[in-house]
């Protein structure tokens, strides 16, 4: 199983400015990785696939880069409704996840 | 628009079986690989099933292999997941969710919640 480590675990940001997330792959996921947003008490949305394409109707502040076994999510200008969990996800062999980054604002 | 609303969730005790029901709608429901995603309490999220849009293949998380069985019904648009020899650990919030072409997923419903405990 491909296991995937997300940092840090928690993360705090002022309002506008920018939020870097990073996830690691303990092996080679070549591009099939996606990142989910999740508030709580609701289901994860889709943010990012193909480690750097953004799903329809996410903002363009949200951006992913990397291939291979790291990956980064960032927030280039931090809005308050950001505030969530985020998850990213291999696809490459079946499908795991990250722990996740709680992203607080400051 | 798009929706995937689960239902069928409750409190068993172990050993027992539950069904858990995932209507589709607003979408070509018998196009799409279909998956069950699950998220312990305060933990975080857990993929357990996919099946193939016309049911003929199927794959399991090792922890749930020989225990639950997914299966859809296209003239229903509906998506269901059969548990059966629950576990305490099966305790969760089950999402189900469309896969998009890969496996990952572009639409999520709200979960239905399974808990174990006698």
């Known amino acids: 199983e491909i296991v995937m480590t997300q940092s840090p675990v928690t993360l705090s940001v002022s309002p506008g400015e920018r939020a870097t997330l990073s996830c690691r792959a303990s092996q080679s996921v070549s591009s099939y990785l996606a990142w989910y947003q999740q508030k709580p008490g609701q289901a994860p949305r889709l943010l990012i696939y193909g480690a750097s394409s953004r799903a329809a109707g996410i903002p363009a502040r949200f951006s992913g880069s990397g291939s291979g076994t790291e990956f980064t999510l960032t927030i280039s200008s931090l809005q308050s409704e950001d505030s969530a969990v985020y998850y990213c996800q291999q696809y490459n062999t079946r499908a795991t996840f990250g722990g996740g980054t709680k992203v607080e604002i400051k | 628009q798009e929706q995937l609303v689960e239902s069928g969730g409750g409190v068993v005790q172990p050993g027992r079986s539950l069904r858990l029901s995932c209507a589709a709608s607003g979408f070509s429901f018998s196009n799409y690989g279909m998956h069950w995603v699950r998220q312990a309490p305060g933990k975080g999220l857990e993929w357990v099933a996919v099946i193939s849009y016309d049911g003929a293949g199927k794959n399991y998380a090792d922890s749930v292999k020989g225990r639950f069985t997914v299966s859809r019904d296209n003239s229903k648009n509906t998506l269901y997941l059969q548990m059966d020899s629950l576990r305490a650990e099966d305790t969760a919030l089950y999402y189900c969710?469309?896969?998009?072409?890969?496996?990952?997923?572009?639409?999520w419903g709200r979960g239905t919640l399974v808990t174990v405990s006698s």
């Open positions: 969710a469309k896969g998009a072409g890969n496996w990952y997923f572009d639409l």
